[in-house]
T-cell receptor, first 110, second 114 residues
Framework: LAKTTQPISMDSYEGQEVNITCSHN???????ITWYQQFPSQGPRFIIQ???TKVTNEVASLFIPADRKSSTLSLPRVSLSDTAVYYC???????????FGPGTRLSVLP | DTEVTQTPKHLVMGMTNKKSLKCEQH?????MYWYKQKAKKPPELMFV???????INESVPSRFSPECPNSSLLNLHLHALQPEDSALYLCASSQEDTETYEQYFGPGTRLTVT
């Protein structure tokens, strides 16, 4: 399983766009990149998943360069309620062995 | 219904007690998971059940014993735990053979071992 590295923490202000980058230098050909969000005392929640280029949903965008050795989660116009820990995971599509990276603690300030 | 429920929410037990954690989902998912999460750390996978059979056991001590009575239920039986086992225990479920690497997590059981 590909190991991931992320910034430990980030601060932002309400209304700003936040970009969180995840490095995964040894990503395998059949690996996908998935991001989860976790609020205190709650289970993680799926945000977005992608394989290459760009994926967008109603919550976030995921940018993956051609070499796939990194990925960037983009949260548009964050609010206070986006304060959470964001985890990047890399693994095969049908894999069950989820390995969460260290996560990035995002604090959104008023 | 896209909810995974876990009971109890909180549990305090002594090192000689026997207790069980319960997890339930009604999404028709055929894979269910147990994770352990310590404070300010990422969740760590403990067990995976696929079609009611144990498919992954991440070298978890035998004082943790999982059980999957049917496709909707997952239990974690606890016996002779240590104080360092105090943590948030998360249950999750997922579809099998779908084009998404998505697990649905419950709110967790906060376990304190005294």
């Amino acid at each position: 399983l590909a190991k991931t590295t992320q910034p430990i923490s980030m601060d932002s202000y309400e209304g700003q766009e936040v970009n969180i980058t995840c490095s995964h230098n040894n990503i395998a050909t059949n690996d996908y990149i998935t991001w989860y969000q976790q609020f205190p005392s709650q289970g993680p929640r799926f945000i977005i998943q992608g394989y290459k280029t760009k994926v967008t949903n109603e919550v976030a965008s995921l940018f993956i360069p051609a070499d796939r050795k990194s990925s960037t989660l983009s949260l548009p116009r964050v609010s206070l309620s986006d304060t959470a820990v964001y985890y990047c995971l890399v693994g095969p599509l049908y894999g069950q062995n989820f390995v969460f990276g260290p996560g990035t603690r995002l604090s959104v300030l008023p | 219904d896209t909810e995974v429920t876990q009971t109890p929410k909180h549990l305090v037990m002594g090192m000689t007690n026997k207790k069980s954690l319960k997890c339930e989902q009604h999404m028709g998912h055929r894979a269910m998971y147990w994770y352990k999460q310590k404070a300010k750390k990422p969740p760590e996978l403990m067990f995976v059940y696929s079609y009611e059979k144990l498919s992954i056991n991440e070298s978890v001590p035998s004082r943790f014993s999982p059980e999957c009575p049917n496709s909707s239920l997952l239990n974690l039986h606890l016996h002779a735990l240590q104080p360092e086992d105090s943590a948030l225990y998360l249950c999750a479920s997922s579809q099998e053979d779908t084009e998404t690497y998505e697990q649905y997590f419950g709110p967790g059981t906060r376990l304190t071992v005294t």
